[in-house]
Each structure stands twice: as C-alpha cells, then as structure tokens.
C-alpha cells in the first residue's frame, strides 16, 4: 500500500517558549506564499473549543459520539473520546485532508523534524534538542550555547525559519 504522505514538521518547546505564536506567523508566511497548510496542535489537557448552551454541545451533552457542524464557511467534527484512548499522531494525520504542509505544534516526541522554540519566559527552559535527534534548529529570543551543529534562529525570524522548513522537508511549488 502506499500513501501520499503530506510534508510535516513539527515545532516543540515547554509551556510558554513561544510555539503557538510561532505557528501563527508560519501559517501566515506559507499561506502568503500560496502554500495549502494545515496544522494540529496536541493539548496535554482537558479542552473544549464548544460553548455550552449551544445546540452542538447539547448533542454531545446526550452523547453523540461524533457532532458535525456544519455552515457555508466552514465545517468542524468533534470526536468525543469517550474513554477510549487518545488517536495515534498517525490516525490523527490520517483525518486531513491533502495539502502542502502540516505544522505539527506539540508532539514532541514524534519522530519528525522540528524546530525547538525556546524563550527565557518558558515554564521550563531545559533543552530538548540534546535528547531528540530529529531536532533540526533551534528558534529563541536568548543567547543559545548548547546548539551543538544546530541552526540557531531568532524565534521572531519568520522568514528565514519558513525557507529553512521548506529546505528541509522539500516544500515544492504550492499545489493550488
């Protein structure tokens, strides 16, 4: 069997290190570039993006299993666990649909390459890219001394950390 694997690369850091707003200016400098991109963000707890009250939370409230919203601009799925364990990073994948690149934020221990966010105000600033070796670059608002032959990038380079990601996982011309 074979599958048409979309690019991916993944931006990993500890609470507070500066991936979310990474993510954001990614997705708007590949977007600007005419890319199709898609992202997933891993949450290590407890969320809800359904306001109570509303007609969709009330279906879950009952207990769907799944509830599809639905509207001319767009459309979203939520899959309630129910017990069952959390989907692999691959079942997860699986669910998308085709595009240029997934920013994955979060995951950090999927074999993918990715970046390493650091900031001085993250909860924890131990450095992940010693352990894991499909760390790629590093991006922080510090001084780094421990980057080893890791490229190290201003966290607010967007550009230049958006041509190293296409490089790196072979981002050919945008498929619109």
């Not at 509303?54 to 129910?82: C, Q």
């Not at 966010?117 to 600033?125: D, F, S």
Request: with cysteine.
């Amino acid at each position: 069997m074979t599958t048409n694997r979309p690019k991916i690369f993944g931006i990993a850091g500890w609470k507070n290190s500066g991936k979310t707003g990474l993510a954001v200016r990614l997705v708007t400098e590949f977007t600007r570039r005419g890319y199709k991109i898609s992202t997933i963000k891993h949450a290590h707890h407890d969320f809800d993006i359904d306001k109570v009250g509303a007609d969709s939370f009330r279906h879950r409230e009952a207990g769907a299993h799944e509830v599809t919203i639905v509207s001319g601009t767009r459309y979203a799925i939520m899959h309630e666990l129910r017990g069952e364990p959390e989907p692999s990073f691959e079942e997860i994948l699986a669910r998308l649909a085709p595009c240029d690149l997934i920013l994955i934020e979060g995951y950090k221990r999927e074999p993918i390459p990715k970046i390493e966010a650091r900031r001085l105000e993250a909860a924890n600033r131990a450095p992940l890219a010693p352990q894991d070796p499909h760390i790629v670059a590093i991006a922080t608002d510090h001084p780094v001394e421990d980057s080893g032959a890791l490229t190290v990038f201003d966290l607010d380079d967007t550009l230049a950390i958006a041509d190293f990601i296409a490089t790196t996982v072979g981002l050919g011309k945008p498929t619109k």
